[in-house]
C-alpha cells in the first residue's frame, strides 16, 4: 500500500514537470465589428489581411502542418492563405471553405525562427456571437498551431464587436431658487429666474474606434471602417429622478430658443427622440410652475436634496435606425449638477434638513461652463477632422 502512494506521488511529479514544446507566438490586431452591421448581414464578416501574425521561436520544417481555427460557430466563407517572411509556401491540404479550421503543409522552405507566418484577407460565416456586444477585454479566439511541435494550440483574442455609435456629453451647472418670488419653482439665482433651462450639450457620431481602448477600428460587416446611414437618429435617455417638470426638448440653441424634438418626462427618465448625428444639439427643461422638489440625474439624485449630481449616465438608444445598438458609450465629459440656493448661488442649502450649507461652484463655474460649451462645437469640429484623417 505504502509502495502504490510512492508511486503515484512519483507519477504526479513527473507529469508535471515535462515541459510544454512551443514553436511560435501569436499576436495581431483585434477585428473589432459594429454589432448592428454584424445582425444586418446575418454573420457573414469580412476579415482583412494580416489581423493575425504567428511568430516562430523555432524551425518549422517542410511538410509540417499548420492549422488556424476560428472561434466555435465561424465557418471560413473563402478559403484563407498564408503568408510568410521566409521562402516558405503553404498548400491548404484540408479544411478551409464551411469548415471551422484549415490546415495548411509548410512547402518550398522551412520557417526558422524570427520568421512570420500572416494570415490573409477571407470570410467568415456563423458569426452571430458577434451580433450582441462583445468587448475587447472578452474578444473571442483564433488559434494556429504548428502540428507535432507546438503542443496546444497558440491563441490570440481575434474577433470583438460593439455598438457602432457613441458621444461626447456636457452637463449644465444650474440653480434652483428658493427665494419669492419663484420659491423653488424657477432656475436661477434671483435675476432672469426662468421655468425653460439648458441642462446639457451633446454630440453623437459613429463610433470610428472602441469606446474602452480608443485603440482599435471599429469596422462595417465589408471589413471596412465603420458608418452609419446619413439620415439616423438616436434616442437619448437621461436616467434619474426627475419631478415637477413640464417638459424637455432639444434646441439647436444653447438659449432653448430653437426647439426641434420634445421629449417625455417620467419619473424615472428624460428621454429625447430625433437626436441626430454629428452636430451638436442642447437639451432643456421646462418646469410645471411648482416648486421642484425632485430634480436628480444619476444615481446621487435623492429627494429634497441639494446639491443633487449631475448626469452621471446617458444611453443612446436607435430609433428607426437599424444599423447600431443601443450603448452607454457616451464621454461624459462634465456632469453638472442641480442647487438650490436663497443666496444667489454662493451656497447649496440642504431642503428638508438642518441648516447646512455646502460649498459648490457658483457664478465662477457657470462661466466657466458658458466657456465649455462654446468650445464643445470647436472640439467636435477638430475630433471630427482627426477621425476623417483615420
Not at 416648486?291 to 444619476?298: S, W
Amino acid at each position: 500500500m505504502k509502495r502504490s502512494v510512492k508511486a503515484v506521488a512519483l507519477s504526479a511529479i513527473v507529469v508535471v514537470s515535462v515541459p510544454t514544446s512551443w514553436a511560435g507566438t501569436l499576436s495581431g490586431q483585434v477585428v473589432d465589428y459594429n454589432a448592428a452591421k454584424v445582425r444586418l448581414a446575418n454573420g457573414v464578416l469580412v476579415v482583412p489581411a494580416g489581423e493575425a501574425v504567428y511568430t516562430a521561436t523555432s524551425t518549422i520544417p517542410i511538410g509540417s502542418s499548420f492549422t488556424v481555427t476560428l472561434p466555435s460557430g465561424f465557418q471560413f466563407g473563402t478559403a484563407p492563405a498564408l503568408t510568410s517572411s521566409a521562402a516558405a509556401t503553404f498548400t491548404l491540404a484540408g479544411g478551409g471553405i464551411g469548415s471551422n479550421s484549415a490546415t495548411f503543409t509548410v512547402a518550398t522552405s522551412n520557417v526558422s525562427p524570427a520568421q512570420t507566418i500572416t494570415l490573409g484577407t477571407y470570410t467568415v460565416n456563423g458569426a452571430t456571437a458577434l451580433e450582441t456586444i462583445t468587448p475587447i477585454a472578452s474578444a473571442l479566439p483564433l488559434t494556429m498551431q504548428a502540428i507535432g511541435i507546438d503542443a496546444l494550440p497558440v491563441s490570440f483574442k481575434e474577433f470583438a464587436s460593439d455598438s457602432g455609435v457613441n458621444a461626447v456629453f456636457v452637463g449644465a451647472i444650474q440653480f434652483i431658487d428658493l427665494k419669492p418670488p419663484s420659491n423653488g419653482s424657477e432656475f436661477g439665482t434671483g435675476i432672469g429666474d426662468s421655468l425653460t433651462v439648458v441642462v446639457s450639450a451633446i454630440a453623437i457620431s459613429p463610433e470610428i474606434v472602441d469606446f474602452a481602448t480608443h485603440t482599435v477600428p471599429i469596422l462595417g460587416a465589408d471589413g471596412l471602417l465603420n458608418t452609419l446611414a446619413p439620415g439616423d437618429t438616436a434616442t437619448v435617455v437621461l436616467p434619474g429622478a426627475y419631478g415637477d417638470l413640464a417638459s424637455v426638448f432639444m434646441s439647436t440653441t444653447a438659449d432653448c430658443k430653437n426647439p426641434i424634438s420634445t421629449g417625455t418626462v417620467s419619473f424615472g427618465a428624460l428621454t429625447i427622440p430625433n437626436v441626430p448625428f454629428n452636430v451638436e444639439e442642447f437639451f432643456c427643461v421646462t418646469g410645471s410652475g411648482a416648486p421642484i422638489e425632485l430634480l436628480g440625474a444619476g444615481p446621487g439624485g435623492s429627494f429634497g436634496i441639494g446639491p443633487v449630481t449631475g448626469f452621471t449616465s446617458v444611453l443612446l438608444n436607435p430609433g428607426s435606425s437599424t444599423d447600431f445598438l443601443a450603448s452607454a458609450n457616451v464621454n461624459i465629459e462634465f456632469p453638472g449638477g442641480f442647487c438650490y440656493t436663497n443666496d444667489g448661488g454662493r451656497t447649496c442649502v440642504l431642503i428638508n434638513f438642518p441648516a447646512t450649507t455646502v460649498p459648490v461652484l457658483s457664478f465662477w463655474g457657470i462661466g466657466a461652463l458658458a466657456g465649455m460649451l462654446l468650445l464643445f462645437g470647436a472640439w467636435m469640429l477638430r475630433s471630427g477632422e482627426q477621425r476623417n484623417a483615420l
